[in-house]
Each structure stands twice: as C-alpha cells, then as structure tokens.
C-alpha cells in the first residue's frame, strides 16, 4: 500500500527542540496523522496529505455527478443503437 | 556522518570569492520553543528548513555601521569538541518595550541567524543555539557612551555549563523547486518575520 502522508526531504524536528529524527522513511501514516493532530503547524512539511478526510462531502458530490453523467451516456448511447 | 573523525576534502586557495570579514548588520532572533527546524538528510550542518508554530514568528533586529559581530570558539573536553557561541549586537533605541524584549531574552532561550557579509558561500547564513539555544548575558546600557550613544549593547550567548555539539548550523533553504540560494534562504526567512 503506498504511502498518504509524504514528508519533505530532510530530518524535521516535530516539536521545537527535538531531535530531527523524522524523515519520510520512518514515518507511517498512522504516526504522521497523530502529530499532525498534535502539531498542526507541521502540515506544511509534508508534499502530500490526504485530502478526503478534510472534505468528504465534495468527493461524495462528485462521484454522484460522474454517475449521472455515466447513466446519460449510457441512455445516449442505447438511443443511437436503437435507431441505427 | 558515519566517519566523523576522518579528514576527505583540502582547501585551495583561491581569488573567484575572497573571505571577507563581518556579518550584515541584521540579526533575527526567534524563540526557541517556537520554530522547528529540518536538517539535511547527509549533514547535520545545513537546516534547510524553519516552520513556526501557529501564531508565533522570526524577529528582526537592525543596526548599522557594521556594529554587529558573531563568534563562535572550539572548546576541546573529554567526549569531544563543543563549541561555544556568542553574538553581539546593540539596540539603536531606548524604551520600555526594548526593555521587555531584553527582559525576555534573559529568561527564555532564543536561537539567532546572522548573515555574512562574506556571501558567496553555502553557509553565508548561520543559525546560533541550535540545539541549547542562547540566552542574553550581558544588557549594558551607559547613558552618556558615545558609541552607541546611550543605546544597549547586548551579547547572546550559550546558558550556563551548555555548549553547542556542532559549530553554526549553515541555512539553506530551497525554494518550492530547484536548489537552496542566498536569495531563496533570506526570503524564506523574511516570510516567517511578523507582519
């Protein structure tokens, strides 16, 4: 499974004064999403973090708008059948 | 750095970028529970990144007239070379809320980035009290001192019985693409200072 949270190159320190230890090589997922809970203000060491559980209605929307723009296809496409 | 205690690179002499003395005479001083840092992966020596905690920021202290000075000094002990660090820098003013910032500077610890006058380098700019911080040690104010004309002259240094284990960190930090300049670190700074 590939990874959601991409750190930045480079060993950050986390919290002000710690050792920088982190590094995207031994930071799971699991582990980033507690110290960003923790520490906001490191969201901005990361390239990448997944953005559906911040909006997970606007996903839901889309994926809606894409079925029904499937099923008008689909309905197109069965027309054009019929009256070739 | 797997091998510490074995020399790989000489130095030639050249003229392309003759070191020159003395630092700009800008200091920015941030506490040191409200930055993190980011070091390189290969070398501790080089930060190549600063975020500040939500709210909080770097702050600029100005002079002129090349009064601003950095040092730093190997002290040799039993498990290893430490290095001792100061800064002297002065205030071109007088008032309470200097006061408050003098007073601050002597409780809490502080980590400080000069900037070299000598500039065509990968460590033109340097962070002090990277890992112990720096605290205020001596606040000297003489009223009728024609050389600061009754301004403070002030000195960070480590806290006492504490050492850095390494000499000034280098700063370095890239911008969103390509390679870390003098100019992409300065703004980089500039951008965390309070608005």
Sequence with gaps: ?84 | MSIYNKINAGFSLGTDAPVTAGIEDVIYIFNQGDVTLTYDTTNPLIVTGLTAATGTNIYKFEGTNNSFNTSSKLAKTSVGPRYTEEIDFNIAGFSVDIKAQLMAMGYGRVCAIAVNNFNSSDTAIELFGAVNGLILTDAERSAADETVDGGYKLKLTNPDKLREPYPPRAVSIPPTTGAATYASTIAAIEALLAS
Excluded: C
């Excluded at chain 1, 923790?38 to 997944?50: D, T, V, W």
């Excluded at chain 1, 606007?58 to 009256?83: H, R, Y």
């Design chain 1, 1 to 84: 499974m590939s990874k959601k949270y991409i750190l930045k190159p480079g060993r950050h320190q986390f919290a002000p004064r710690s050792p920088a230890i982190h590094t995207n090589d031994n930071l799971a997922d699991e582990d980033a999403e507690w110290y960003l809970q923790k520490y906001p203000h490191i969201a901005s060491l990361f390239e990448a973090i997944p953005t559906e559980e911040i909006h997970p209605a606007e996903s839901d929307e889309k994926s809606v708008q894409s079925l029904k723009i499937g099923a008008i296809q689909n309905n197109n496409n069965e027309d054009l059948f019929t009256t070739n």
